[in-house]
């Protein structure tokens, strides 16, 4: 399948849906136009919960901010729909830009529950207000006009509603193929994955939550405009869960996902109203709820994936081409061989009364590979995360490149140019290699959300490409680009990652444990790799307790022993140190 | 305000912040022991309450259809399970536990319903016969994904909430009820009278804390439930099973549940969908002991019902919106309070 076969079915779907209305009858208009809706807050929710990872049950609410906001604007006050929908808009994404600075902070399910209280107190709201109508809700809420035309039938807004799906449809897929959408990808690795990468993870998590917002306030005004009566039914908790089972049917992650599990939710939910009084006579309108939850419970239960992943698993893979040669992303002016990069003074941290790393100073020069040993416990990793921003340190200084870094966010330090690699490899395993490369580049390119949702940003993008395949080929991964990264083996896994370290190009590059777990064939390709970069005058920090890989590499070591410094040296000399020796088998007896 | 009404306001808030901390207990038991954000707990102390109403009235609950309808797919489940693991000497056991007691217990019910108890029996009817649910939902919704991430665990929680809320109109219709008060009796204490009621939650409340702390503290299934609490695969090594610690925590959580839901029906007309906010807002009480401390869960829920108190004093309309935006700035202090180690999403 090319990119032109793609396009071929867009069109498809396009002209289907076009000539559906002179098709179908009034009602399943009418039903389309709900789907279309629907979608749109679901292909938010994919946005938010699928690619994000933020799961939101209020969702609902946002959309009734929306609709309540343009029916006061239009019913209440006597404005055109239009400028109703420029105040929904604009005040549901204050509202969720408000309610994402305050609770986008918080982590897994705590955040998810933050979620269940605003979407209830939001809910809760409408219905108590004395200006919205209350319980009643608003009516007479005027049609959108445009031009002189009023949108009065379900055929006529229906061109309106899935005009603006497919639009929203084709801006979301270039979303998520652009900077920003990598980094929106990235978001499920975690914070110390995004971070390391020189992105702010808050502020991608909050554009994220105020798009999904924005689409929920698109979806609630074409709603109160297309029903022409508002009350808060539509838009309580119930209706929340509903959304976020629709992007759940289709496939979370997916935008298409987003519309057919809108489809797929609504026309089942309409067949079981159709076909429940059959079965149980009378007691139709509670069933309805309970087969639905049911439906929903069972489907969380064996088909987690949803439809779009599960049909696309067996269509035949996209071919893509390489990337073609471009200009050049732009370098940073790297330190002379030989001049102080990294200096560490008198660091200390400290876990309760546990001191983990004690007044620990070293320095580190440009173009040397510095090893820091040491036998378990002995403090490395929190040295480590100390120098990445991951922790960090009670006492001491930290410089970098003549600037001090001590205080500075992961993000920031990643920026400043020291790229790391994970002990537990972080990679994205449903990313190809290339994209996976590519996300180390963010930091070295500019292009935001509307370059990437209008594709004004081709020239960068091809050369983030380029950078990336290069980065792939110095390492020796350079042959399959377009392989997903979770099905290498592990060694070229943590290969893999220092390439995506690589296309950040860092003045720093620090490695956490790179040989732990790899085979002896793999170490030596991993060693014959640093040597082939130091090489290329990159200096490299490693912390590592594999002696042999260290010692037949490294230029200096630096050894820890029970959080401070023992000593520091060239291999030979650490090999010889009696200090050492008893550090790491015990003293001679 | 003057401090009489700011007394009498403390009281009553007192009193339904007991009946939520009751929940809030069995709602973090639930939650330490399987991860699971058992959101339905308020609609068990509802339909206890429910229950309650209909033995008084002399019908038989629509509970004994439910506990039914629960205990065959749950062995239909468990029968289905076994047979795949290829482990069919289990099903007598099986059968006993979740076909033959459910059934036993509603046949008990049916039985001394006939004989017209007097209010105490019916008061243990009612929670007899909620027990069986929370565990046998356990059984049917829970346990096939009782590895998934607390997420996936909490957004089918809330899911269950609202089938639950279905059969809960299905069974019991859509009247409220008001059961008559556990007594009469009543106090003065500095000046402000104290409804015998108010005294009996207050005090049930305290009781089955203290019973919870016994159990944990001096009984070796207590003891294993805490582990299982700390550490799932550890206890499995020391031979706990995660299942069976579920199971118990499940009953004992929905005892809680259920002896809230008798003490709040004399004082609140309780409908079959007021269990949601009763669950959420002893939930909010929760998230204050962080989910993981009881005392802290207690005096968070007790909290709760201060604040919806003198809120509902102020703006009786707009007290919810009050108490579930309060929650907002409480999950960022617990946030920020508690110690994560990152947690990957799942793919």
């Known amino acids: 399948m090319t990119r032109l076969h793609i396009q071929f079915a867009a069109i498809l779907a396009v002209l289907c849906l076009a000539v559906a209305p002179f098709v179908l009858s009034p009602f399943s208009i009418t039903l389309m136009n709900y789907i279309g809706i629907y979608s749109l807050v679901a292909i938010g929710l994919a946005l938010l919960t699928g690619v994000g990872g933020i799961v939101s049950f209020g969702q609902a609410a946002f959309v009734g901010v929306a609709a309540y906001a343009s029916a006061w604007v239009s019913a209440l006050n006597g404005y055109s729909p239009w400028l109703g929908l420029v105040f929904g808009v604009v005040l549901t994404c204050g509202v969720a830009t408000v309610l994402g600075v305050v609770t986008l902070r918080l982590q897994g399910h705590f955040l998810s529950l933050s979620t269940v209280a605003w979407g209830l107190a939001i809910g809760f709201l409408f219905g108590n207000v004395e200006g919205l109508g209350r319980f009643n809700g608003i009516s007479s809420i005027p049609p959108i006009s445009v031009g002189s035309i009023a ?141 639905f939850s049911a439906l929903f419970i069972l489907f969380l239960q064996w088909a987690r994936q949803g439809i779009v992943p599960f049909v696309v698993r067996y269509l035949p893979k996209a071919r893509r081409e390489r990337p073609q040669p471009a200009p050049p992303l732009p370098r940073r002016a790297q330190p002379t061989p030989g001049e102080l990069l990294l200096k560490v003074d008198g660091a200390e941290r400290r876990f309760g009364g546990l001191v983990a790393v004690n007044n620990v100073s070293f320095e580190v020069r440009a173009g040397e590979i510095l090893a820091v040993i040491g036998p378990n416990g002995a403090g490395k990793s929190t040295m480590f995360n100390c120098l990445t921003g991951a922790l960090r340190v009670n006492k001491g200084e930290i410089v970098f490149a003549g600037r001090p870094i001590t205080h500075d966010a992961q993000s920031r330090i990643a920026k400043a140019g020291v790229a790391r690699t994970f002990q537990h490899v972080k990679l994205r395993p449903r990313m190809s290699l290339l994209e996976n490369v590519m996300l180390g580049t963010y930091a070295r390119t500019r292009s935001g959300l509307f370059a990437g949702a209008f594709r004004l940003n081709q020239r960068e993008e091809a050369s983030a490409r380029h950078e990336a395949l290069m980065q792939l080929e110095r390492v020796g991964l350079g042959d399959k680009p377009f392989e997903l990264a979770g099905n ?35 170490k030596l390709r991993l060693a014959e790799l640093l040597r082939s970069l130091r090489a290329d005058h990159l200096t490299i920090l490693i912390v590592e307790h594999d002696m042999e890989f260290v010692m037949s590499l490294v230029d200096r070591i630096v050894v820890l022993d029970f959080g401070s410094k023992l000593c520091e040296g060239a291999p030979a000399a650490i090999r010889s140190d009696e200090r050492v020796q008893e550090a790491y088998l015990g003293g001679v007896a | 305000m003057t401090s009489d009404i700011a007394a009498i306001l403390a009281i009553d808030g007192i009193a339904t912040g007991a009946v939520y901390a009751l929940v809030a207990i069995g709602t973090v038991l639930i939650f330490t022991v399987t991860r699971v954000i058992f959101i339905p707990f308020g609609d068990i102390a509802a339909f206890t309450a429910l229950t309650l109403a209909a033995l008084d009235a002399k019908r038989f609950p629509g509970t004994g259809a439910l506990v039914v309808i629960l205990a065959c ?122 409804s015998g009621q108010t005294m009996l939650i207050v005090i049930a409340a305290l009781v089955f804390s203290g019973l919870l702390y016994l159990f944990f503290d001096f009984t070796l299934v207590g003891k294993s439930l805490r582990a299982t609490a700390v550490n799932r695969t550890g206890s499995r090594l020391m031979g706990i099973r995660p299942a069976r610690a579920g199971t118990i925590a499940y009953l004992l959580g929905s005892l809680m549940a259920g002896v809230s839901g008798i003490l709040i029906a004399p004082v609140n007309t309780v409908f079959y969908d007021s269990g949601f906010l009763i669950g959420l807002k002893a939930f909010v009480g929760a998230i204050v002991g962080g989910m993981t401390s009881y005392p802290g869960a207690a005096i968070g829920a007790v909290g709760v019902g201060i604040l919806e108190s003198f809120a509902s004093f102020e703006s009786s309309a707009l007290k919810d919106v009050i108490v579930f935006s309060l929650l907002i700035p409480i999950l960022i202090w617990r946030s920020l309070a508690s110690l994560h180690s990152e947690e990957e999403i799942e793919e």
């Not at chain 1, 599990?261 to 309409?270: F, M, R, S």
């Not at chain 1, 390439?499 to 720093?508: G, I, N, V």
């Open chain 1, 488 to 522: 290498l083996p592990l060694g070229n896994q943590r290969i893999l990652e220092i390439a995506r370290a690589l296309a950040a190009d860092p003045a720093l590059l620090v490695l956490d444990e790179p040989a732990a777990g790899l085979r002896r064939q793999e």
């Open chain 1, 151 to 291: 949108l009065v039938t379900s055929a006529q807004i229906y061109f309106l509603i899935w005009g603006i799906v497919a639009a929203v449809l084709f801006l979301g897929y270039n979303l998520l193929d652009s900077r920003l959408g990598r980094a929106m990808r990235a978001l499920r690795g975690g914070n110390t994955l995004v971070e390391s990468l020189g992105i702010n993870a808050f502020r991608i998590k909050l554009a994220t939550f105020v798009i999904a917002a924005f689409l929920a306030s698109l979806s609630g005004w074409l709603y109160a405009h297309m029903s022409r009566f508002i009350s808060p039914g539509p838009f309580d908790a119930g209706m929340g869960i509903e959304y976020l089972m629709m992007s759940m049917v289709g496939g979370a992650g997916s935008l298409l996902g987003g519309v057919v599990g809108a489809a797929v939710v609504t026309l089942l939910k309409n067949s079981v109203q159709d076909y429940l009084p059959l079965i149980a006579k009378g007691a139709s309108g509670q069933l309805e709820i309970v087969a």
């Open chain 2, 73 to 194: 797919l749950a062995t239909l489940i468990e029968i289905i399970s076994l047979m795949r693991s290829g482990e069919l000497r289990l099903l007598p056991r099986a059968l006993s536990f979740y076909l033959l007691l459910p059934l036993a217990v509603v046949g008990a019910a049916w039985l001394v319903m006939r004989l017209d108890p007097p209010l105490a029996v019916r008061l243990v009817l009612a929670l007899m016969l909620i027990t069986p649910i929370s565990p046998l939902l356990d059984r049917i919704v829970f346990r096939p994904i009782a590895d998934g991430t607390v997420l996936l665990l909490l957004t089918v929680s809330v899911a269950l909430h609202f089938a639950l809320v279905g059969l809960g109109l299905l069974f019991f219709g859509p009247e409220g009820v008001r059961t008559e008060p556990l007594t009469s009796l009543s106090t003065e204490f500095a000046g402000v009278l104290i």
